[in-house]
């Protein structure tokens, strides 16, 4: 079961315009890497007995994450390639330098990070949240 579809992606979200044809990769995608990135602390089982607070940011966390894989790629943006540069017309892009001076960009949203970050999902320390 998804935890969103395209109805909230577009009406609750706002997010930018995907393809109908590229959002149900995109949402899976974007799906597992959320349950990735939170150490599977979020799972469709689990996200159903969480605050409702944290559900609507599990949401706004997996709508972030699709603007960003379709803003760069699509969902097969961490499959190894390395593009050094595109270019098309007067546009032109070359990946950006990360904070350790390495080429490879982050599958991970800035946004998403933002909005899960007071929700305790991100915690990586001993314990339980």
Do not use: H, W
């Not at 995907?18 to 990135?37: G, H, K, N, T």
């Not at 097969?76 to 990946?95: C, E, I, P, R, V």
Request: with cysteine; hydrophobic share 35%; glycine share 10%.
């Amino acid at each position: 079961m998804p935890y969103v579809d395209r109805e909230y992606y577009v009406g609750t979200f706002k997010g930018e315009p995907v393809d109908d044809a590229d959002f149900p990769s995109l949402c899976m995608r974007a799906e597992e890497l959320i349950e990735e990135m939170t150490m599977y602390r979020v799972t469709p089982v689990t996200v159903l007995n969480m605050p409702e607070t944290v559900q609507e940011r599990v949401k706004m966390a997996v709508c972030a994450q699709i603007e960003y894989l379709d803003a760069n790629g699509g969902a097969d943006m961490d499959n190894g390639a390395d593009l050094q540069s595109a270019g098309l017309g007067k546009f032109n892009y070359t990946k950006a330098s990360g904070a350790n001076g390495s080429t490879e960009q982050s599958i991970y949203a800035p946004r998403t990070l933002r909005i899960l970050a007071p929700t305790g999902l991100l915690y990586r320390g001993g314990g339980t949240i």
